[in-house]
């Protein structure tokens, strides 16, 4: 699978030198300021999500010496994002590994060094490419502590970019966190911000079951405040755990990964526009879901709409959707929505690629039509 | 089944990088340490190419492809002949008769299993078998070359591994008929057997899955400096798998210590080896590699324990992937599903049971050596049918797991929402007791 590596997307190379976030063909992106007033100010320092991720890995090979990350130039090179930058001077060549370029086989090897009591780190240079081990992920990483009577754990982490990026178009645009969310023995967290990056990072690779990390590359670049707390090494998330980033009455935006920070902004505009206060909750975690603060969120605001940007077929959304029938029918003054990418290949040229995605106007747009505003 | 209770007194080693080659002998060696990048220095008028992808080439002014036809084909070691007779007098298998009884009593009883539990299944009692005909040489002799805590991947046909390291006939059955007993639980197809305690991991349906984790758990042996090796068995079929070829050339690069046994029966269900692959057979991937190789014949059970111990001693010492390529002929059908006389004659089944076979070439050489009579063989042959099938009634009479099982292990910590499934499924039985027969579960009612 090396097809389109070396021109890997006109963002992913020029991510190497200058952070992604200032790639102008990029719109959605907006100021953050939003965010950061919830954070103290306390000892709080601003970390990209690739700083974030990077302390994390360093931090768990630090602290448990069963820890080791292989991939496709992970080592010499530093990763083809830097995410694992400085790691292989840190840590040495036998636990910071450049693999063959073989997905099935170094996905294979975590899975094998895992059943023998290791804590792999395997990183796919992208999501898109993990097609080729889903078999090892799946048949064998998710699969092997049930089939053994409980007697062979996989403790075992998979992580690296996820979802589309900018112009590299359908088949490295892909949003998998529906495939691996729908595997029993499999847990998927899908972090947006730097706290969610560093704290989800280090849970899965402590976690004793298999872990699938579902990095977006866009966010890569893009600095968020990390709390005091979080800065520090005993720092992990809970993962099964959604997040409230903004408290509201009116209507509940559930989002994930980068969605999250979209969904943000839209409800600052529609606080402007229409006075309403949307709550905005970060999902964190595919698999297991956290159905409960969803429910409790819509409880108290009556309304619901899921937004991701995957395909809208058999979604994180349609999920989200379906559990709203279930467990949250007699709260709802108003079906649930769902925002969601096009059911397209994703394209390459910038417009087209651009109406693939949803937006923050369309998130407005949705949520006005769905209060009837 | 953890391998490593703790990596030992290693974390100073493991956190300083390894030491650093200068000169150009890095280069060519296939270790990590080849990666530090030594500038190659071609002097002019050389001889050789010193591209970095092929630095051992020389120039030539010939233009000529290399044909695999014009290559001789890998040699297959042997000790005895298909008479049973040594073929080299100074080369004596060197076995006590007290091994050599236990290979071969292991072998015999392997194959009367299979053909007991082969007709059981016909008989609707399990639901699925295959059975090792033919190949219980490989698995016997290659199980008997190994220290008995170096760590097994096996495909599906290696029941004479187990049978060699200790798995006891209760516990083949126990897991034939998933009962209470079973270590998967009741979770798996029957023939997917597991040990702990004789670290065999276990077996996992999709085809050549475990060679790439037989090279991972080497590399967790690797770095805990363990004196214990790997070893992994496949057959030529699933070597055709992209698992195959990722693993062995990661096990390369990554000098993990691991012996690959591929089982090399001619078939993989009914597709032919000539439809399997075009060149000389599995051996010849190994050489391209870079991983040191043999051909064995299978059906010598002594010249397969050879050849495994030699290359477990390589894996070991060297620190590095060994290729076994272990020929034989498959005489049973591919599993209980396959009726194997629909794509080959039925004669030529029965010509190579009479012509060759491990165990017949094994008792041929037995009785040569005064070691074993006519007489013996069938005293074993009927009391081997009797404990296997006084084993099968046990292990058919258990009960089957508790309901429990359905749900745990799916993660360490069972999910939420599974404790609400079990939840869920202990009322719908209260509720309806009369609907639910759960005499056949280990603990009833009270198993969930």
């Not at chain 1, 996820?162 to 645009?173: D, E, K, T």
């Not at chain 1, 407005?364 to 209060?371: E, N, Y």
Request: proline share 5%; net charge neutral.
């Amino acid at each position: 699978m090396f097809t389109a590596r070396n021109f890997l997307s006109r963002a992913a190379g020029s991510a190497l030198r200058k952070p992604v976030v200032n790639v102008p063909r990029v719109t959605a992106f907006q100021p953050l300021k939003i965010q950061q007033k919830y954070y103290s100010s306390g000892g709080t320092k601003d970390y990209t999500v690739r700083e974030a991720l990077n302390e994390a890995l360093a931090e768990e090979l630090e602290r448990d010496e069963k820890v080791f990350i292989m991939g496709e130039e992970v080592a010499q090179y530093n990763g083809a994002y830097k995410v694992t930058k400085g790691l292989l001077d840190r840590f040495g060549e036998k636990r910071v590994i450049d693999s063959p370029i073989t997905e099935h086989g170094f996905a294979g090897l975590g899975v094998g060094a895992a059943l023998a009591g290791l804590n792999p780190v395997v990183e796919f240079m992208t999501w898109n490419f993990a097609m080729q081990a889903i078999d090892q992920i799946i048949n064998s990483g998710a699969k092997t502590h049930y089939m053994s009577g409980g007697i062979q754990p996989c403790s075992i982490t998979f992580r690296g970019p996820n979802g589309f990026a900018a112009g590299v178009a359908a088949q490295h645009s892909q949003d998998y966190s529906a495939w691996y969310g729908s595997i029993p023995g499999l847990k998927v967290v899908t972090p947006w911000s730097a706290e969610d990056a560093k704290g989800l990072l280090k849970a899965a690779i402590r976690d004793p079951n298999p872990v699938v990390v579902l990095e977006n590359e866009l966010l890569y670049g893009q600095a968020f405040p990390m709390s005091e707390e979080a800065q520090k090494s005993d720092f992990v998330l809970p993962i099964g755990k959604a997040k409230i980033e903004r408290v509201g009455k009116d209507v509940t935006l559930v989002a994930l990964s980068r969605c999250v920070g979209q969904a943000l902004t839209a409800a600052e505009t529609l606080k402007k526009k229409y006075g309403v206060e949307a709550e905005v909750i970060n999902l964190r975690s595919v698999k297991p879901l956290d159905v409960e603060t969803i429910m409790k969120s819509v409880k108290k605001t009556n309304h619901l709409i899921a937004i991701e940007s995957g395909f809208p077929s058999f979604g994180v959304s349609s999920e989200i959707l379906a559990l709203s029938m279930e467990y949250m029918f007699d709260f709802l003054d108003a079906p649930a929505q769902r925002i969601t990418g096009a059911e397209v290949p994703t394209p390459y040229a910038i417009g087209l690629e651009q109406l693939s995605f949803p937006d923050e106007d369309i998130m407005v747009k949705k949520t006005a039509q769905l209060l009837r505003l | 089944m953890v391998l490593l209770n703790s990596i030992r007194a290693s974390s100073r080693r493991l956190l300083v990088p390894g030491p650093r080659l200068p000169t150009t002998a890095g280069y060519f060696s296939s270790t990590a340490l080849a990666r530090e990048n030594v500038p190659v220095k071609q002097p002019s008028r050389s001889d050789s190419v010193l591209f970095p992808g092929a630095v051992n080439s020389k120039f030539t002014n010939e233009l000529k492809f290399q044909k695999p036809h014009d290559l001789p084909a890998i040699p297959t070691y042997r000790l005895i002949d298909a008479h049973g007779v040594v073929v080299d007098n100074s080369r004596e298998p060197d076995v006590s008769q007290e091994l050599a009884l236990k290979m071969y009593k292991d072998m015999v009883t392997t194959s009367i299993m299979d053909l007991l539990m082969y007709e059981s299944q016909r008989q609707g009692r399990i639901s699925f078998y295959m059975v090792s005909a033919g190949e219980e040489g490989i698995a016997v002799g290659s199980a008997a070359a190994l220290a008995p805590d170096d760590v097994i991947f096996s495909q599906y046909r290696e029941q004479g591994v187990m049978m060699y390291r200790g798995f006891t006939l209760d516990e083949f059955m126990n897991q034939l008929f998933a009962n209470k007993f079973d270590y998967g639980k009741g979770r798996n197809m029957p023939i997917h057997f597991m040990s702990e305690r004789l670290h065999m991991h276990p077996i996992s349906s999709p085809l050549a899955t475990q060679i790439p984790h037989s090279v991972g758990a080497a590399y967790a042996l690797k770095l805990d400096r363990s004196s214990r090796i790997v070893v992994c068995f496949f057959g030529e079929g699933a070597a055709s798998e992209g698992d195959f070829h990722a693993a062995l050339n990661i096990a390369a690069t990554r000098s993990c210590p691991v012996v690959f046994i591929c089982r090399n029966n001619g078939f993989a269900i009914s597709t032919p080896t000539l439809e399997q692959y075009k060149g000389d057979g599995i051996a010849s991937r190994g050489v391209g590699y870079g991983i040191d190789t043999v051909r064995v014949d299978g059906n010598d059970i002594m010249a397969v324990r050879e050849v495994t111990m030699r290359a477990r001693d390589i894996a070991l010492k060297e620190q590095k992937p060994v290729l076994i390529e272990a020929m034989s002929y498959r005489v049973s059908h591919h599993s209980t599903s396959d009726d194997s006389f629909a794509y080959r004659a039925k004669v030529e089944v029965e010509d190579w049971k009479h012509r060759d076979n491990p165990i017949t070439r094994m008792r041929k050489w037995l009785e040569a050596k005064s070691w074993w009579t006519g007489e013996q063989d069938q005293e074993l042959r009927t009391q081997v049918r009797k404990d296997i099938l006084k084993a099968f009634v046990r292990a058919e009479k258990e009960k089957k797991p508790a309901l429990e099982n359905l749900f745990l292990d799916i993660y360490k910590t069972p999910s939420r929402d599974l404790e609400e499934q079990m939840a869920e499924l202990r009322r719908i039985i209260e509720e309806y007791p009369d609907e639910y027969d759960l005499g056949a579960f280990d603990r009833g009612k009270e198993g969930l």
